[in-house]
């Protein structure tokens, strides 16, 4: 849909049965969204809400975050939301840390933690 505002799904592998979860219950207010994810966490959500469209970029360390980041920079994407597991070591915070800047950079809504994103998701689906 032209003119439909886009949010992309990014999990951490020990945050993607929350991000599941919290498109569950959150799927009316993300079905007015155009969504991008990240691989994995797409695919899950994906599971979790069969009637939801997401649109599945590379996993995360394999450029996903980078592919979202670009989106980000074109202004394709208006919102974040990445469940960060803050107690994880990750191979790839670098491309974790270039993503959260550029949401920064371009001024978008972002979401580190469930529940920032119950309230941006809420807030944006009704204004």
Known sequence: MTGQRCIALIAHDQKKDDMADF?????????RFRIVATGTTGGRVQDACPGLSVVRLKSGPLGGDQQIGAMIATGDVDMLIFF???????PHDVDVKALTRL???YDIPMALNRATAEQLTDFHSTH
Do not use: M, N
């Open 23 to 31: 498109a569950r219950q959150h799927q009316a207010a993300l079905s």
């Open 84 to 90: 960060i597991d803050p107690l994880s070591s990750l």
């Open 103 to 105: 949401a920064t950079v």
